[in-house]
């Protein structure tokens, strides 16, 4: 079946940092999608890609969507420590298909 | 925009009994619901899909039988876990779609089960 790799598993910055993220597939999907999951909580939508090549920013977060159709990476710039949390990216093949989940990096802001 | 609540946001039940939890889309219309569950330190993994108005489409290894999902309207989606067993204890989330963004899904808060 389809798959999403993040790793690492865990990250640790320091605050004022920049970390990138990325998420790979063996198959191609035509959205992709970044969430971030606070401890209890559901995860919240951050950026949301449709095209190819996309670059896409919200606030201190950029993603885009890689040319192959089969990657993606997430930016954050200038951490702050409420950027703690899982990032969790997910793609879709197609447009009435699943969301599939990557296993989620945990992300670790040092003051 | 696009929120997506919960009932409860945590329960606690004997084994055996039954459990429903609700999920509501408050500020727009939800033609289709996900179910997802999720293991401490796992991600999510997918229960069932629902589209207002008609039977649920389950995953494989999802006993339907076990997860009653009904979809009786555009705002709300309840899941019922019947007859509940401790392995049954879980975080348990929605989320939401409507029909023009089926691909971008908001998530509930979650509800943690526990099954004594």
């Known amino acids: 079946g389809q798959q999403l790799n993040q790793s690492p598993q865990s990250m640790f910055i320091q605050e004022g940092e920049d970390v990138s993220m990325n998420c790979t597939s063996s198959?191609?999907?035509?959205?992709w999608l970044w969430y971030k999951q606070d401890p209890g909580e559901g995860p919240v939508l951050l950026i949301a890609l449709y095209k190819a090549g996309e670059l896409t920013s919200n606030g201190r977060l950029t993603a885009q969507f890689g040319i192959t159709r089969k990657d993606s990476f997430l930016n954050i710039s200038a951490s702050i420590p409420s950027d703690v949390g899982i990032y969790f990216c997910?793609?879709?093949?197609?447009?009435?298909?699943?969301?599939?989940f990557g296993k989620g990096i945990t992300l670790s802001v040092r003051p | 925009g696009a929120v997506v609540s919960q009932h409860p946001s945590w329960v606690i039940c004997k084994s055996g009994t039954s459990v429903k939890i609700e999920c509501r889309s408050l500020?727009?219309?939800?033609?289709?619901m996900f179910w997802y569950r999720q293991f401490p330190k796992q991600s999510l993994m997918l229960m069932a899909t629902s589209n207002e108005g008609s039977k649920a489409t389950y995953e494989q290894g999802v006993e339907k039988d076990k997860f009653l999902i009904n979809h009786a309207s555009l705002t709300l989606s309840t899941l019922t876990v019947t007859s509940a067993h401790p392995e049954d204890s879980s975080f348990y989330i929605c989320?939401?779609?409507?029909?023009?963004?089926?691909?971008?899904?908001?998530f509930g808060p979650g509800t943690r089960l526990t099954v004594l």
């Open positions: 997910a793609g879709q093949a197609g447009a009435n298909s699943k969301l599939t």
């Open positions: 500020d727009f219309q939800a033609t289709t």
């Open positions: 198959s191609i999907f035509n959205t």
């Open positions: 989320s939401a779609a409507s029909s023009g963004r089926i691909n971008e899904q908001f």
